[in-house]
């Protein structure tokens, strides 16, 4: 098994940094975590733990982790909201599952706050890096969408300057189960995996395994597509960074002489920067109004969009 998790550790935490992990008690969180025990790191292990009241079995897994804790002395945070009542009658535009995921991100940015660390340290394999690339192919064709996962990864919520770790990208969920079953050591379904109603798991269960069937080394074929995609994404930033070198402000004469191509990625790096590191709702109907707007005649115009607001004065955008 392809894992240095002390190396990984001492490569982004300082020795007496707390490690803030997000624990679902299923079988990938509690792989890292019983791995995490095993480094010089145990003693700074926080566990958290956000019920979303969604599942009877959220209860159980809550006094599972603090059983465990007890038992192998690490120390666990955990916090409950009932997601679907919330959404009901305060956010019915918003669907349960991105509710759950901002409800449960600021809960780990208090943690954080509290800890006084910007990392969470999260239990992403391998498959959930492929299964994520597919679930995304999909929906949406943008080159960030494709890199989903890094090291490190900004977050894509509210915690300020924060990043996501992810050291289990070169491993397998099959890797995974083997080592926990071998060893005995124990861990919680989520039977909801397995509702095939939910697109992401009909990826994950149904089609996903399809491709065995046409190459059994898929995985790390997708694993050095993906990686290629990271390096071409980071050639193409670095291209953007140059031309957005003042930190507010561009020349409409300067973007105008640019290909399309690296317009639209200037608008794409913009909107992302100004949305807490993300693409989401960005259209290529956004990028087409946004770049209209910066060729119009008229000047002293304000266009927004999300978070993203860009402001012309003559020859200058501001955002």
Request: charged share 30%; with cysteine; proline share 2%.
């Amino acid at each position: 098994m392809d894992l240095n998790l002390q190396s990984f550790l001492e490569k982004y935490y300082s020795p007496d940094e707390k490690v803030i992990l997000a624990c679902s008690t299923g079988p990938d969180s509690m792989f890292l975590l019983y791995e995490l025990l095993k480094t010089t790191f145990k003693n700074n292990i926080v566990a958290c733990y956000f019920n979303h009241k969604l599942r009877v079995e959220a209860d159980e897994e809550e006094k599972f982790l603090e059983n465990l804790w007890k038992k192998l002395n690490f120390q666990v945070e955990i916090a409950s909201a009932n997601i679907k009542e919330i959404r009901d009658k305060l956010y019915p535009s918003i669907s349960i599952e991105e509710l759950a995921r901002e409800k449960r991100y600021m809960f780990f940015s208090a943690i954080c706050e509290i800890h006084k660390t910007k990392k969470v340290l999260t239990a992403h394999h391998l498959d959930d890096k492929i299964e994520t690339f597919f679930f995304n192919l999909s929906r949406w064709s943008k080159l960030t969408w494709f890199i989903n996962m890094t090291n490190p990864s900004p977050t894509r919520e509210k915690l300020e300057g924060g990043f996501i770790l992810r050291p289990l990208l070169n491993l397998e969920k099959s890797e995974i189960l083997k080592y926990l079953d071998e060893n005995k050591l124990e861990y919680r379904i989520d039977k909801t995996n397995f509702d095939i109603d939910i697109t992401r798991n009909l990826f994950r269960n149904e089609i996903i395994p399809k491709f065995f069937k046409v190459n059994s080394n898929f995985k790390n074929n997708i694993s050095n597509t993906l990686n290629y995609f990271e390096e071409l994404k980071n050639y193409i930033d670095d291209d953007v960074k140059r031309f957005l070198k003042e930190k507010d402000f561009f020349i409409i004469s300067d973007f105008h002489i640019l290909s399309i191509f690296l317009q639209k990625e200037i608008i794409r790096y913009i909107y992302f920067i100004s949305n807490w590191n993300s693409t989401i709702w960005l259209s290529e109907a956004n990028i087409s109004e946004i770049i209209k707007f910066i060729n119009w005649k008229n000047n002293k115009t304000i266009k927004e969009i999300k978070n993203l607001k860009m402001k012309k004065d003559w020859n200058r955008v501001y955002y």
